[in-house]
């Protein structure tokens, strides 16, 4: 059975058939009692928190493995969600929900603040720093406190905070989360911008897809590598490319917009849908700190006059980031098939024991 969420009114799978206790026997059989999730569970104040690591697949990862989680208690998330607007099945969804999790991540060592005298830096699974400091007995990670008591469930650690730690996100970080951009990652590699997609921005990048690309080729009877090694390849890519951040909700029809190589593009909207020039935006707003990416369904390509044109319509194939296992296996009612239940209660079974 489903339930709808309180926050949005949309319908989340809550429990299924078999139950919470089968399920609750079940992971304890396959986990064990004692891994660092199931010490965080305990506490009764860290649940949404337990349930982002198993949402993101991390929960089996640090089963009796050496390392810290800076756990957010339940109150930092729930003001996490009124600060966005959004509930936290939303935020599950989002593009860098995974990255998220890891920053809260510190593998092969257990971190005590007791042993803290002054500050020290980490290397959090999202590959970013995390730097606690010593302000007079109380430790904090830039504006988020540790809060008391750490919890020593050895091998790991468990020190609790009063917010959510967001990384750093770059319009790079985008591109890398997203299997359907792996040909644009090369070319931008190719053509030198990968440092200014890295830089401080703000940018907005029309993106397109593998199958943008793959119609660009066709339509043009040209390769891949043929693309890369393009003359004009930077002012291909610069056409995609705005100054400013530039969410869905801002374009309006008939907008202009100015693109870094000085071609415009021009904005039509139709029953709802955006597109950019003859190009619809299939993934649009995914939001980072530096901008903000629209994935698009075809190539931009700018005209003698300095406008744009596009390649034939491309077909979007979301990528393997974007729709999780379950949402494959569910019927248009949300309710999960049972065979798709008891060969996923089998395969945990199997990898937890092997």
């Known amino acids: ?49 337990v349930e982002g690591l198993e949402h993101a697949n991390l929960a089996s990862r ?48 257990k971190v005590s603040i007791a042993s803290l005298s002054d500050s020290e830096t980490f290397s959090t699974e999202a590959g970013k720093d995390l730097t606690i400091k010593n302000n007079n007995g109380i430790f904090t990670i830039g504006n988020t406190r540790i809060l008391p008591p750490e919890l020593d ?23 890398e989360s997203q299997a359907n951009f792996s040909i644009l990652r090369q070319a931008v590699l190719r053509a030198g911008l990968w440092r200014t997609l890295e830089g401080e921005g703000p940018y907005t990048l029309f993106a397109p897809t593998d199958a943008a690309f793959g119609l660009f080729f066709s339509g043009l009877n040209t390769s891949k590598e043929e693309m890369l090694a393009r003359s004009d390849l930077s002012d ?23 693109a870094l190589n000085q071609g415009t593009v021009t904005v039509a909207t139709v029953g709802g849908r955006v597109s950019v020039g003859a190009a619809k935006l299939v993934l649009p707003d995914l939001d980072c700190s530096n901008g903000v990416v629209h994935g698009i369904g075809l190539v931009l390509t700018s005209s ?7 390649s034939p319509t491309a077909t979007f194939t979301p990528s393997p980031t974007t729709t999780s296992a ?29």
């Open 1 to 49: 059975p489903a339930t709808h969420c309180t926050s949005c009114g949309c319908m989340h799978i809550m429990k299924l058939a078999l139950g919470w206790p089968f399920l609750a026997l079940l992971r304890h059989l396959c986990l064990g009692h004692d891994t660092v999730v199931e010490h965080a569970r305990e506490q009764g104040n860290l649940n949404i928190f």
């Open 62 to 109: 640090l089963a009796q493995k050496s390392c810290t989680l800076f756990a957010p208690r339940d109150t930092a998330f729930s003001t996490l969600l009124k600060q966005l607007n959004i509930c936290k099945f939303e935020l599950f969804s989002r593009w860098d929900f995974q990255l998220i999790m890891l920053q809260h991540i510190v593998m092969g060592k």
């Open 153 to 175: 469930c050895d091998p790991a650690m468990i020190q609790e905070t009063d917010a959510v730690l967001l990384p750093s996100t770059t319009i790079i970080d985008v591109l």
């Open 236 to 258: 291909l890519l610069r056409f995609h490319i705005l100054s400013g951040k530039r969410l869905m909700s801002s374009f309006g029809s008939g907008l202009e917009l100015t």
């Open 304 to 310: 003698p006059a300095g406008t744009s044109t596009s």
């Open 326 to 354: 379950v949402d494959k296996n569910m019927d248009m009612s949300g309710a999960v098939h049972p065979s798709f239940l008891v060969v996923s209660l089998a395969v945990v079974c199997f990898i937890n024991r092997h």
